[in-house]
Nanobody, 117 residues
């Protein structure tokens, strides 16, 4: 089992910044890629950003390119999402996720990000 815990969410004004963190515990040797997803009220959960195990490849949703940056520190078992120039449409619950070498997906409990206009 892999356990993921997100932190760093909160309430900010449009144009502000937040930095989300997600720390893994448990069977951390099984973790491969990691990523951030978000779900706004009444909408499905969408991918925000993903990163490979070594950090050499990242992918971003078109809506956040140039504003968000994903990174990871494997020594700390942590993945980060730096969010700049936040917009009201970024308001959502943000979830950390990872894929395992065993073929399973794991999810954190989510952290709320609210951006006011």
């Amino acid at each position: 089992q892999v356990h993921l815990v997100e932190s760093g969410g909160g309430l900010v004004q449009a144009g502000g910044s937040l930095r989300l963190s997600c720390t893994a515990s448990g069977s951390i040797f099984r973790i491969n890629a990691m990523g951030w997803y978000r779900q706004a009220p009444g909408k499905q959960r969408d991918m925000v950003a993903t990163i490979t195990r070594g950090g050499g490849r990242t992918n971003y949703a078109d809506s956040v390119k140039g504003r968000f940056t994903i990174s990871r520190d494997n020594a700390k078992n942590t993945v980060y999402l730096q969010m700049d120039s936040l917009k009201p449409e970024d308001t959502a619950v943000y979830y950390c996720s990872c894929t395992s070498y065993g073929g399973y997906d794991y999810w954190g409990q989510g952290t709320q990000v609210t951006v006011s206009s």
